[in-house]
């Protein structure tokens, strides 16, 4: 049985999604897809623009046929921590085959990278601490010392966002000597930030929300977007009359960095040395997200960066909560959001030699790293009116996966 | 020169305050009055109904002198650290009398029952400790165990709010050596908790806020209230479309409650071991504050001591912060809110002889319990919309004080 893994975001599933998806079960003759799927927050550190439970629901409509959360911990992480996560679970649930879109569209390269790295592994890491020091961010300074290391040889191009998630992946795959084989399929069209539209049929998640938020309607995205997404927007819009974005957030983040302490800011999960003053400095003028980030940022780091300890402040992450994460963690259960009926089977035939405890209710389960997907998913949930607002959240515990 | 000092919470300012403050000068012939006002929060738990620069206006409006902000560490404290922050910042201002409303209506049993507490305090504070073990709130087991150690004696009644709150500025001018003689004005009408409009021109701050916030109109308690408060309140709507309310601020305690661990929620002030468990347990399902607190309350907690120990929350004002803060303490500093011509000259006038920094500009002054007013300050704007929200952030800084 040919089981084809492959890690998303949905947000929200586009043609460039559903491209990738039917590729991936295509070229590995798959009869099962599993997706590992991030939560109400993703990796940019923003809340996805919808619930993770109406995301599950695009991603069965579209032919995946188990949707695995991928727990906070690991979807709000830099590449190397969110691979780790999401390959653990895809290697726990028997995957033979995991599918990546890339810029390259050649797997060779990636596994050839991986190897000349983990061989040159003490050059490269003294190479990015002399980069880091000259002042730049992190990711930065990684691709520089790459660059400098591999001058001449024909590797991965390790700027380029989704060969970099790719190159982890497989560095994941065989640091935790997963029986998974990588496989990479080219991304066609949009490239990962790309605001413009290109294509008639294909574009950037970036650029759909973008065009989403600027018009409040989703009329003009239709041609981007299969139906079950323009159905799954609709629908959630109707229910909650709203679309997650950070500056709906705003308040709550600009609450809590105002009535903390220094202190308190300096046990957030990643707050760095420093950062807490320009935070505690910027906040009370800044009138929105975008204005306070614009304020606070400097080149030591990225946007990205910035917004994921927005995150953990705005969810309340400490480094006392993820005391025990460190970058090669694996996932410790597999949170279920929906299955298709083979997924169903699949699951069943399996279920016995799965090391992982499968979590398909909330309120079965304790674990410290659910705890902080609890609190995600409340955070998440504050922006709406009451009685919605108590209902999501008792909805959060109740909820089983969603069956097509 | 006759100073009278008087203490106030004005939320609104209304007809019984006039009559009070106007007897008050009479009966002292006073040349000065100072008022100790408390700031966005107040003794209950609440937030004001306006911001305490607007109920400043409406003081000064009404032949105030000095308008003097009582710091949120005493101001939403019980009765007998609320008094001892009142007393001490009356006295640093060279107060002659004291004036306060009181059900009794005459001094002497006030002094009579602090002389009589003192000497019986042994006593007094064994049986305290007898009736909190029945299980009973603390401020009834401090009723009870006076009734028990009175009894047969024509002491002070001190089940009365008023009686209790007048009890303790005796007490603590006792305590303080203040050179304050008590003076005491019978209320007349309107008790303190009347929720009923029984005589055509004197309501209680209750009933008034109540009669505002069900009928969202200040319409009809004009003839409860004098021209000032009128135009205040319609003023701060103008400006502002809010009248601040606890439900108004319910998300963000919802929020701040499920996003603690249970462990930074021991962490905050007059949190009460086991409190934090019923809050957690119930802050999901509750719609709203009143709803939330009905299901936390237990006989245990009063509605006022629950209420305040969610401000705390609310202001994340923690056992730390107030780590040296004791039932005795006195005010380190004097924050001039507002001054007519009058005033301002009486305090160039005593300058030099006070005792504790004037502080006319937050910026001007640092300490740890001046950290705690900003931060009551922030949470209480954070329900405005940006940019007001970020003007009004600002202003706290910048403002000077009001005069008139």
């Given at each position: 049985?040919n ?6 975001e ?6 460039g999604h559903?491209?990738?998806?039917q590729e ?6 798959a ?7 991030s939560g ?6 923003e809340?996805?623009i919808?619930s993770?439970?109406?995301?599950t629901?695009?991603?069965l409509?579209s ?8 727990p ?5 992480q830099k ?10 679970i895809l290697?726990a649930?028997?995957c ?10 050649v ?14 592994k ?5 190479l990015?601490?002399?980069?880091v ?11 520089l ?32 000597k997963?029986a ?8 066609t ?17 970036t650029s759909?929300?973008k065009a ?8 003009n ?10 159905e799954g927007l609709n629908h959630?819009?109707?229910?909650n ?7 709906e ?8 960095v105002m009535?903390?302490?220094?202190e308190?800011l300096?046990?957030?999960y ?5 950062l807490?003053?320009r ?13 306070f980030?614009?304020?606070v940022?400097?080149k030591?780091?990225t ?9 953990h402040?705005?969810?309340?992450t400490?480094k006392?909560?993820l005391?025990h ?16 009926k083979?997924g169903q089977?699949y ?5 016995k ?7 398909s209710?909330l ?6 790293f659910i ?12 922006i709406?009116q ?6 999501l959240?008792k ?6 996966p969603?069956?097509?």
């Amino acid at each position: 049985m040919n089981v084809v893994g492959i890690v998303v975001e949905y947000n929200p599933f586009h043609n460039g999604h559903l491209f990738h998806l039917q590729e991936s079960i295509k070229e590995t003759d798959a009869d099962i897809v599993i997706a590992v799927m991030s939560g109400n927050f993703l990796q940019r550190g923003e809340p996805a623009i919808t619930s993770k439970w109406n995301r599950t629901k695009m991603a069965l409509a579209s032919g995946v046929d188990l949707v695995i959360e991928l727990p906070y911990v690991f979807a709000t992480q830099k590449a190397e921590t969110f691979a780790n996560g999401a390959i653990s679970i895809l290697n726990a649930l028997k995957c033979n085959t995991l599918c990546f879109g890339s810029e390259l569209g050649v797997i060779d390269p990636f596994v050839a990278t991986n190897e000349f790295l983990l061989e040159k592994k003490q050059e490269y890491d003294q190479l990015i601490k002399k980069y880091v020091k000259t002042g730049v961010s992190y990711p930065t300074a990684m691709t520089l010392a790459f660059k400098e290391l591999t001058e001449g040889k024909a590797l991965l191009d390790l700027s380029l966002p989704n060969n970099i998630l790719g190159f982890h992946y497989v560095k994941s795959i065989a640091l935790q000597k997963a029986a998974i084989t990588p496989h990479t399929i080219k991304r066609t069209s949009a490239n990962y930030h790309d605001e413009d539209f290109s294509s008639p049929t294909i574009a950037s998640a970036t650029s759909i929300r973008k065009a989403i938020f600027s018009n409040e309607s989703i009329h003009n995205i239709t041609s981007y977007i299969p139906p079950c997404t323009v159905e799954g927007l609709n629908h959630y819009i109707q229910e909650n009359s709203i679309l997650h974005h950070w500056e709906e957030y705003f308040q709550l983040l600009k609450y809590t960095v105002m009535t903390m302490t220094l202190e308190e800011l300096r046990f957030i999960y990643e707050m760095e040395e420093g950062l807490e003053y320009r935070m505690k400095k910027f906040i009370g003028e800044s009138t929105n997200f975008k204005e306070f980030l614009e304020k606070v940022k400097t080149k030591r780091y990225t946007w990205t960066r910035l917004q994921r300890v927005c995150t953990h402040i705005l969810t309340r992450t400490t480094k006392l909560q993820l005391k025990h994460m460190n970058s090669n963690e694996t996932s410790p259960y597999i949170r279920l959001l929906g299955m298709s009926k083979s997924g169903q089977n699949y699951l069943r035939s399996i279920k016995k030699h799965v090391p992982l405890p499968i979590v398909s209710k909330l309120s079965s389960f304790k674990h410290p790293f659910i705890e902080v997907d609890i609190k995600a998913s409340f955070t998440y949930n504050m922006i709406f009116q009451e009685p919605n607002r108590s209902y999501l959240i008792k909805q959060e515990f109740a909820q089983t996966p969603i069956t097509v």
